[in-house]
């Protein structure tokens, strides 16, 4: 069983470009979380869903950010016009459908973006 | 969100326990008490988690307060490995997300 993958590991944008970072959750598992960690400082919630569904994005910035994870397929961050603030590690996180807060979340290795 | 409370930074020798405490003294009744930690460059591992009772898994134990106000995560026998940031949660039951606060960074000396 494939733990959470998380691509590109790194990425590169000149500022103004869109950034789109994926993650393919556990298999089985239907919960989402992104999660935001700027250089020397600790995780940031950014966004909580479900299939097809958001439940939580109040960690979102209001603009120019934007989440989804379809049905089918990996779940998508997707930065437009990037400014060198946005560079970070980007951490995606699963959790299986039943359990919630009783079980634990399974988190990938991250994309690293850097804006220049 | 239930905050936690940590020491920034502790010590330990190779081979030696290691006791990391974590305050929440606003924990609520179904706030599960999650430990997570992550070792440079590296995304975040789960380490353990409780409600109540004393939990053991093969990483680590968890002793957590009668009263639920603290609990300690312990390393039986540290290793150079264990060297990371360790994250003390409280997983909030009504919106199911883990909020990270700063953490305890663990130093094993050899």
């Known amino acids: 069983n494939a733990g959470v993958m998380q691509n590109p590991r790194h990425l590169v944008r000149r500022r103004g470009q869109e950034a789109r970072l994926r993650c393919s959750p556990m298999?089985?598992?239907?919960?989402v979380y992104w999660y935001r960690q700027l250089p020397e400082e600790g995780l940031k919630f950014m966004v909580y869903l479900q299939k097809e569904n958001i439940i939580d994005e109040s960690g979102m910035p209001k603009e120019r950010f934007s989440a989804e994870f379809p049905k089918e397929g990996p779940s998508i961050l997707r930065i437009q016009q990037v400014v060198r603030g946005d560079s970070a590690a980007y951490f995606c996180a699963s959790s299986p459908r039943t359990g919630g807060w009783n079980t634990e979340a399974f988190f990938g290795q991250g994309t690293r973006l850097t804006v220049v | 969100d239930a905050k936690t409370t940590q020491p920034n930074s502790m010590e330990s020798n190779e081979e030696e326990p290691v006791h990391l405490p974590c305050n929440h003294s606003t924990i609520s009744g179904t706030d599960y008490i999650h430990w997570y930690r992550q070792l440079p460059s590296q995304g975040p591992e789960y380490v353990i988690h409780g409600l109540t009772s004393n939990v053991n898994n093969r990483m680590a134990s968890l002793a957590i307060a009668e009263d639920r106000k603290s609990s300690t995560l312990i390393l039986h026998r540290a290793t150079l490995r264990d060297a990371a940031v360790y994250y003390c949660?409280?997983?909030?039951?009504?919106?199911?997300?883990?909020?990270f606060g700063t953490g305890t960074l663990l130093a094993v000396q050899p």
């Open positions: 298999k089985g598992h239907s919960h």
């Open positions: 949660i409280l997983r909030d039951g009504a919106t199911n997300k883990l909020i």
